[in-house]
């Protein structure tokens, strides 16, 4: 009597749920990689914390303490003051140069397609690389740039260009400019190329000159792209290692050792593997924390356009 | 008279414009080859100079070229670092071209998963996958390394391979779902009528349509997983498993306090080359990501 009722709505049912296993089923292999590659580590990254826990032999619970010794820790200090003169130098730096670069090669003209690319050719070389290839073209005797500079009689005799932290840090910031430069240039250029031409010649006619176009009407409008483009630049050189560990080797009297580079000597060279994932929880909270900075910046960004 | 002096001046005016335009278009493009110039000089330098004789190595590059004939010397000392440079780039590659595939693979079923089912926790598992961002992987090696040792996978390059998918993960899920989401559904019903199910309908009928989407997963990965250092420096510790990177430590190093720069030319050229021509033959597959990436 009330067969035709159930029997007509159970396949229904049941296809809707075989459709939802199989559903799970296309994505347990993505699922399985991130739980055991990401969250499990970052998960056992918190209770490593809590141990004092050698290379060799059993690890032992000393709850805090990692914590406590960080906070006493002058290298660790030392460590995140110099990553975060890094970090603002080396934003700054390639803002000055990706601006003018995004609004260079915004022009309609001929062969601006060729200059993007090649503008853009280091972003996609490895840090490790250009580190390697720069570390080479700064070296006193068999180098370029110093070579260079002498051959010309600009000086007298070749710098040692890493031997100072100053040049050092200089010859760095120059290397992260011409790798990183293309990529902030082309966000940037994704902003500018946003805005509608007719505001620009609405302004033009209301007087307004180049200056006051950029400044009252570019970089109001391109707030949005500028805040992405900052936080990837600020996250990416908080995790700066390649260059220091590659061109510098922690530098001039061990001046530029950056938070990855001192995590990975305390977990990988002294083996103190608690501490360095304590250090590492440290780091963690900081990218975190410029996370949900960036996701309200971006929402400043969407409120005022 | 007057009109023939008013042609003049108008003729002188327009030329003056065209003299001025001419300038400009001049100076733009004296500013663009500079520019040029300064970005592609390292490389030139770099592979010009890994040209010249094994003598002339440790002396600076002025000029650039091999002055003295074509040789591959520094070539030949690379090869003397390590496990030679052939084990080498086929570690490189061999990592780099299996992250591409499983990446591949695994983002796209779960993409189709993502776009086209629905299940428990759908958007749960999926914001999970991509807020993996946040985390920096630096953040958590000494973990993976002791995961990766549970697993009897230490010192692997299967292993390493793993860690570099676990990585690509939130975006090429994310550019993968998004790149189903725009097929039209229609496509999918007639596929159906005609019988094509689940994983026959996703290879014959859907695959082909989110090709472009694919191609930009692969790039990244393969350029991601060629340049990677630290995970490599870390997780790999016998010589003959080291990828280029690593191994080029070696070079860096020297040896008796020597730096062969010969070898170190070499070897930036050999693990720029492939970076520098994947990208330029699928460039736009590539600003294809770029743009994903910033939008969102």
């Known amino acids: 009597m009330a067969g035709p009722g159930p029997g007509k709505a159970l396949p229904v049912r049941r296809r809707r749920r075989r459709s939802q296993w199989r559903g799970l089923l296309y994505i347990a292999p993505a699922m399985a990689l991130v739980i055991v590659f990401f969250v499990m580590p970052v998960l056992f990254t918190g209770w490593m914390s809590l141990h004092n826990w050698p290379l060799l032999g059993s690890p032992r619970w000393i709850g805090f303490n990692n914590y406590f010794r960080m906070a006493n820790d002058a290298r660790f200090v030392s460590a995140l ?16 140069v990706a601006f003018p670069l995004a609004i260079f090669v915004e022009k309609h003209r001929r062969f601006v397609g060729a200059y993007r690319t090649i503008i853009f050719l280091p972003v996609v070389v490895g840090l490790a690389s250009a580190s390697l290839l720069w570390v080479w073209l700064a070296n006193v005797d068999s180098g370029f740039i110093g ?75 391109m707030r949005r792209t500028i805040a992405l483009a900052l936080i990837i630049s600020v996250t990416g050189s908080i995790l700066a290692f390649d260059q220091f560990y590659i061109m510098t080797s922690g530098g001039p009297q061990n001046r530029m050792i950056s938070v990855v580079y001192y995590i990975f000597n305390q977990s990988f060279v002294s083996f103190n593997l608690g501490y360095g994932a304590a250090l590492s929880i440290a780091l963690l909270a900081i990218l975190v924390i410029i996370s949900v900075m960036q996701l309200r910046l971006l929402r400043i960004g969407e409120d005022r356009p | ?89 086929f570690n490189s590659l061999l990592v780099s071209l299996a992250t591409v595939a499983l990446t591949v693979a695994v983002s796209v079923l779960a993409g189709y998963g993502f776009s086209r089912y629905r299940f428990p926790l759908k958007n749960v598992l999926f914001v999970l996958i991509i807020a993996t961002l946040m985390i920096p992987f630096q953040s958590i090696l000494t973990p993976l390394f002791i995961i990766l040792a549970r697993l009897g996978l230490n010192n692997s390059l299967f292993g390493l391979t793993l860690v570099y998918v676990t990585l690509q993960l939130p975006f090429s899920v994310f550019m993968m779902r998004n790149a189903f989401d725009a097929v039209p559904k ?69 040896r008796l306090g020597a730096v062969n720069w010969g070898a170190v030319q070499a070897g930036v050229a050999v693990m720029t080359l492939p970076c520098l021509v994947v990208f330029l033959l699928l460039q736009r597959y590539y600003m294809r990501g770029l743009m994903a990436g910033a939008v969102k």
């Open chain 1, 81 to 96: 003051r110099f990553t975060t003169y890094y970090t603002v130098i080396v934003t700054i730096a390639i803002f000055a």
């Open chain 2, 186 to 254: 229609e496509i999918e019903e007639a596929a159906r009528i005609d019988g094509a199910r689940d994983l026959k309908l996703l290879f014959r009928v859907l695959m082909p349509l989110v090709l472009p989407g694919i191609a930009t997963v692969a790039i990244f990965a393969f350029l991601n997983a060629w340049n990677e250092f630290l995970a490599a420096l870390v997780l790999l510790s016998s010589n003959e498993k080291y990828t280029l990177p690593v191994l080029m430590m070696a070079v860096r190093a020297g």
């Open chain 1, 147 to 221: 070579p260079a500079l002498k051959a010309l009689g600009l000086v007298e005799k070749s710098p040692n260009l890493l031997a100072t932290f100053d040049s050092a840090f200089f010859t760095i910031i120059v290397m992260v400019v011409w790798k990183i430069a293309g990529f902030t240039m082309i966000i940037l250029l994704t902003g500018l190329q946003a805005i509608p031409p007719e505001l620009t010649e609405a302004a033009r006619i209301d007087g307004a000159d180049r200056w006051q176009r950029f400044r009252y009407l570019t970089l109001p409008l």
């Open chain 2, 1 to 89: 008279m007057t009109l023939s002096k008013m042609n003049a001046s108008m003729s002188l005016s327009r030329r003056r414009r065209a003299r001025k335009a001419f300038r400009a278009e001049s100076t733009y493009h004296a500013t663009g080859v500079a520019i040029a110039l300064f970005f592609l000089a390292p490389f030139a330098i770099t592979l010009l100079a890994s040209f010249r004789h094994g003598t002339e190595a440790r002396l600076p590059p002025l000029p650039p070229w091999p002055a003295s004939g074509i040789s591959l010397d520094s070539y030949r000392s690379l090869d003397t670092f390590g496990a030679g440079v052939w084990q080498h780039t």
